[in-house]
DNA sequence: GTCTTAAATAACTATAAGGTTATACAACTG
DNA sequence: CAGTTGTATAACCTTATAGTTATTTAAGAC
């Protein structure tokens, strides 16, 4: 079913796994920004923010353009759309999964009712 | 405001990042299962899968219990639905921020309009 | 041209991830 | 008890990740 968009999940997940780089994405929710802006509330050189932004690319997440020296980086939604999508498949599955389970017990509890009002009857 | 769970979330996206782990987890939506019944379809040894159920189990996406010596898994849906809700809340943030961007657009074509037809106005 | 600013790249280090095989442990079976 | 099955752990290897500093490239400003 997925196996297309396989890598690219991959690539969308490992991405998001680093708390630097969903730092950077909430900013990017607020808008464009450049390297630098996104770089300075991090305690870290510009080259690491410039390798974050490199996976968030190669992800699919963001993209970049030119603005003389600047690389404004923006938000690409539709990879983030694509990763929500994948879980939210699943979720209703297991849902399913879990109202079954749900009917099931409420079943066997209506069997045990059953069970004690018989044992009762004959109690009698 | 996702500060306290920020950890959970690393380890979730972390999880989620691998498609072998991602296929357990698309089994295990079916029911229960156990480890050696989780490494059937893949070409892969034994304890390369009990790592990856470890990951998963650390993630908090699944949990284990024992039935002699199996030990089943199956899905903790609560963490997948936290993982679920922060794609989801700045997907909405960054969907409002693209509807903003499209009302400008449609702004900036609405200014194009009135300038040329002030030009045509003035041509005739 | 030279100087400055913004960002990328190179080279390196340390740690983590994902796999292997071999071994150990835990629980049932006879 | 010994044997078998299911799973976990240990030790190891290779590659990827996340950071560093130093350097280079790209574009503007003077």
Redesign the pocket.
């Known amino acids: 079913m997925h196996t297309v968009v396989s890598s690219r999940l991959d690539a969308t997940f490992?991405a998001l796994?680093?708390p630097?780089r969903r730092a950077i994405l909430a900013r990017l929710a607020t808008g464009e920004a450049?390297?630098?802006?996104l770089a300075k509330p991090f305690a870290?050189?510009?080259?690491?923010i410039?390798?974050?932004?490199?996976?968030l690319e190669y992800a699919g997440l963001i993209s970049?353009s030119?603005d003389?020296?600047?690389?404004p980086c923006r938000l690409e939604p539709q990879t983030l759309a694509d990763a929500s999508g994948w879980l939210d498949h699943y979720r209703e599955v297991w849902e399913q999964n879990f109202a079954r389970l749900d009917a099931l017990l409420d079943e066997m509890k209506a069997q045990e009712r059953k069970k004690r009002a018989r044992k009762k009857a004959r109690a009698k």
């Open positions: 490992a796994a680093d630097t450049s390297v630098s802006e870290m050189s510009q080259p690491a410039s390798k974050h932004l490199k996976v970049r030119r003389a020296q600047r690389r």
